[in-house]
């Protein structure tokens, strides 16, 4: 079922209906709504690998000595993913989850962030008051400003340096 999923993603249709799934795969549809209850759960199953190395890499940006580098690093990385993956991003975006492994792994991003941004704040190079939640809102808002235009990497660029300039201390 995942890789009818994926074979229909690559083929540039990303409604995802559970019941074409389920015709294309040769199973009953009442297999596929066992193991993807709506499109959500799915899209959390096709995300997972991406999401995971979206954790490691936060977690490795908390290990960088230069925690604003380690931050702009994990940002870049998010976006560069998020971009690449809609799925991912419409994941990341969401107030809930479907599974229980997508919940632990938001919690370990955001805490892997907050340690991030605590060192930030400490080094006084990030303002006070963002929280681990709102980097993942503005870097979903970020990806969803370059998908609405033209989908130009170099927005992302200027998009990102935005966000990263206004994450600095007021001067």
Do not use: W
Not at 64 to 75: F, P, T, Y
Not at 86 to 98: E, N, P
Not at 100 to 125: F, I, P
């Amino acid at each position: 079922m995942l890789q009818v999923a994926r074979e229909q993603l690559a083929a540039g249709d990303d409604s995802l209906m559970l019941n074409a799934i389920a015709r294309l795969a040769g199973v009953g549809v009442g297999t596929v709504y066992r193991h993807f209850p709506n499109r959500h759960a799915l899209l959390e199953a096709l995300s997972a690998d991406r999401f995971q190395q979206l954790v490691r890499e936060a977690q490795a940006a908390v290990a960088d000595e230069d925690s604003l580098a380690g931050l702009h690093r994990l940002l870049r990385f998010a976006l560069g993913l998020a971009l690449d993956d809609a799925g991912l991003a419409a994941v990341l975006g969401s107030a809930s989850d479907t599974d229980a492994q997508t919940s632990t792994m938001k919690a370990e991003l955001d805490h892997a962030v907050a340690e991030l941004l605590d060192r930030a704040r400490s080094a006084g190079v990030i303002r006070h008051g963002i929280e681990a939640d709102d980097i993942r809102r503005l870097l979903c808002g970020i990806e969803h400003a370059v998908r609405s235009g033209d989908n130009d990497a170099k927005y992302a660029e200027i998009y990102l340096d935005v966000l990263l300039e206004g994450l600095r201390p007021p001067r």
